[in-house]
């Protein structure tokens, strides 16, 4: 039994077949052991190689049939678009598959498979470049069975890595007389661009379901012709701008100071800024919409 260490350079540090390992002069024998794992009848991944998603899929790969696509929570989690808040590791649940028809569903260990006609329209996602369901097509699928919160931060990061407004209502149009279909319709009239993250989504969304009118998204504040800054949400009438401060932005020093400077810029010419944390949208919603609300009419704004 041959160390994952000696294999040839070719097979080191992924997923490969016997098959492969043989042409290359790798005997079964070389392969068995604790130096390797087994995924799938005829696959080996070196037991060195931590397990990851990427990993998982990169085996199935290697015997899915032509035209196989990832899909669902898998697809999601490949081309770095949020899941719903608090779902579970996704590396606790088996890979999910489709193929178009007429194909047949492969059955494989570890692997969810199925049809969907929409297979055909598969991209290469970033990165890792594995094949999966078109990110219009993959919200479709996934809206309909998610809180309306999540549904719509889905939709808002569908748009935020290229999709276009369009393409969004023509991929909801082709599901016409579909189940979900409804609901999609719903979610569809509630996403918004440029969104930068699912908490700025329910951030959005928690201030319009308390009835203040809704902000605009990721506007930029220009003063005689340059640029001050973009808020997260704003009302320019009333130049009230409302920012979601994530804990990443108080790690990055630079990411802090120039936080600060913005809304320091703001101010100086007459915005008033509310920021607020995950705690105020996740734990204090109704205190977090009173104070948006009352800042709002002090300014004016009246609904």
């Given at each position: ?127 890792t470049r594995l094949r999966v369901l078109a990110p219009a097509q993959l919200w479709c699928d996934l809206a ?160």
């Amino acid at each position: 039994m041959a160390p994952a260490g000696a294999l040839p350079p070719a097979l080191r540090g992924r997923p490969f077949t016997v098959a492969e390992a043989a042409a290359l002069g790798v005997s079964r024998d070389a392969l068995k052991g604790r130096g390797f794992r087994s995924p799938h009848r005829g696959v080996r991944v070196p037991a060195f190689l931590p397990d990851s998603l990427e990993l998982r899929c990169r085996a199935a790969a290697l015997v899915l049939p032509p035209g196989a696509v990832f899909a669902g929570r898998t697809a999601l989690h490949l081309l770095g678009l949020p899941d719903r808040l608090h779902a579970p590791d996704v590396l606790a649940a088996p890979l999910q598959v489709v193929v178009a028809p007429p194909g047949t569903p492969p059955r494989i260990a570890g692997v969810v498979s199925g049809q969907s006609q929409w297979a055909g329209r598969a991209v290469a996602a970033p990165r890792t470049r594995l094949r999966v369901l078109a990110p219009a097509q993959l919200w479709c699928d996934l809206a309909p069975g998610l809180p309306l919160v999540d549904a719509v931060a889905l939709g808002d990061a569908v748009r935020r890595e290229g999709a276009s407004a369009q393409g969004l209502a023509a991929a909801v149009h082709a599901r016409r007389g579909e189940p979900g279909v409804v609901r999609l319709r719903e979610v569809l009239a509630l996403v918004r661009h440029p969104v930068d993250s699912p908490m700025e989504t329910r951030t959005r969304l928690l201030v319009v379901g308390a009835g203040i009118p809704e902000p605009v998204c990721g506007r930029p504040v220009v003063v005689d012709g340059g640029w001050i800054a973009t808020p997260d949400l704003s009302w320019p009438q009333v130049r009230v701008a409302l920012e979601y401060d994530g804990g990443h932005h108080r790690r990055d020093a630079r990411q802090w100071a120039n936080d600060i400077r913005r809304r320091q810029l703001l101010e100086a010419h007459g915005w008033r800024v509310l920021v607020i944390t995950a705690a105020d949208v996740l734990r204090w919603p109704d205190q977090t919409a009173a104070m948006v609300a009352q800042v709002l009419r002090e300014r004016g704004l009246a609904w």
